[in-house]
């Protein structure tokens, strides 16, 4: 078994330009050291009022990964990459026990007893205004920490593949969530090393879709 490392990271800006979504993956694996990295990574990701209301599965077991990629359409970036990242959002985080978040912000100086006693009346009911769009504020938020994975990832020397494209209910089967009717699934990422590489498609100029106070006012750049 060969392990390949990076040790000089990619600054943040690079890592930007550099990436690309890869399809075909090498099945080499990724350190143990390396994976807790880009675990810790991802889960510094900023969320709404930091209630981190995700779940992140790593799928690494081979049968695993043919189930879930039986249940995306036998995409098999999943089956190629080493681990797959599963990305959940709950929907009910801000309507349970909120303590060890208030702790731990607490326990750092980041809020103190004031904010905290802010939060413990303020999240609740801003849960409760949003209703059903709890669910899109969660995806969000997952979306967000998702970002920070692939960043992470590229700056470190491996790939990603945002992916979509699955049954939601069979991915659920497979991480051991079919019980649970609200969880979504935001997003599915194979974490690997590119197998071959991808050429930058382009974008398109500003004029097109970046607008300066309102749609249609072309921001020059």
Same mark, same amino acid.
């Given at each position: 078994?060969?392990?390949? %490392?990076?040790?000089? &990271?990619?600054?943040?800006?690079? @890592?930007?330009?550099?990436?690309?979504?890869?399809?075909?993956?090498? %099945?080499?694996?990724?350190?143990?050291?390396?994976?807790?990295? =880009?675990?810790? =990574?991802?889960?510094?990701?900023?969320?709404?009022?930091?209630?981190?209301?995700?779940?992140?599965? =790593?799928?690494?077991?081979?049968?695993?990964?043919?189930?879930?990629?039986?249940?995306?359409?036998?995409?098999?970036?999943?089956?190629?990459?080493?681990?797959? *990242?599963? *990305? /959940?959002?709950? &929907?009910?985080?801000?309507?349970?026990?909120?303590?060890?978040? *208030?702790?731990?912000? @607490?326990?750092?100086?980041?809020?103190?007893?004031?904010?905290?006693?802010?939060?413990?009346?303020?999240?609740?009911?801003?849960? /409760?205004?949003?209703?059903?769009?709890?669910?899109?504020?969660?995806?969000?938020?997952?979306?967000? /920490?998702?970002?920070?994975?692939?960043?992470?990832?590229?700056?470190? $020397?491996?790939?990603?593949?945002?992916?979509? $494209?699955?049954?939601?209910?069979?991915?659920?089967?497979?991480?051991?969530?079919?019980?649970?009717?609200?969880?979504?699934? /935001?997003? =599915?990422?194979?974490?690997?090393?590119?197998?071959?590489?991808?050429?930058?498609?382009?974008?398109?100029? *500003?004029?097109?879709?970046?607008?300066?106070?309102?749609?249609?006012?072309?921001? &020059?750049?």
């Amino acid at each position: 078994m060969v392990f390949i %490392t990076k040790t000089q &990271p990619l600054d943040v800006p690079s @890592a930007i330009a550099q990436r690309r979504s890869i399809k075909t993956f090498k %099945t080499d694996p990724i350190t143990p050291e390396l994976l807790k990295q =880009l675990v810790e =990574l991802t889960v510094a990701a900023p969320s709404s009022y930091n209630l981190q209301d995700w779940q992140i599965i =790593l799928v690494q077991d081979e049968a695993q990964k043919a189930a879930l990629s039986a249940a995306s359409f036998n995409q098999q970036q999943i089956v190629q990459a080493p681990v797959t *990242f599963v *990305f /959940a959002a709950d &929907p009910n985080v801000g309507q349970g026990d909120l303590t060890p978040i *208030f702790e731990q912000a @607490a326990e750092t100086g980041a809020w103190n007893e004031g904010t905290v006693n802010y939060f413990k009346t303020a999240i609740p009911q801003f849960q /409760a205004t949003l209703g059903d769009k709890r669910r899109e504020y969660a995806i969000k938020d997952a979306i967000i /920490a998702a970002t920070h994975l692939v960043l992470a990832a590229e700056s470190l $020397g491996l790939s990603t593949c945002f992916m979509n $494209g699955w049954i939601e209910d069979q991915v659920k089967q497979v991480i051991g969530a079919g019980d649970n009717p609200d969880l979504a699934i /935001a997003i =599915l990422i194979p974490v690997g090393y590119a197998a071959e590489p991808r050429l930058n498609p382009g974008r398109l100029p *500003f004029s097109s879709n970046v607008s300066v106070g309102r749609i249609g006012n072309p921001y &020059p750049g």
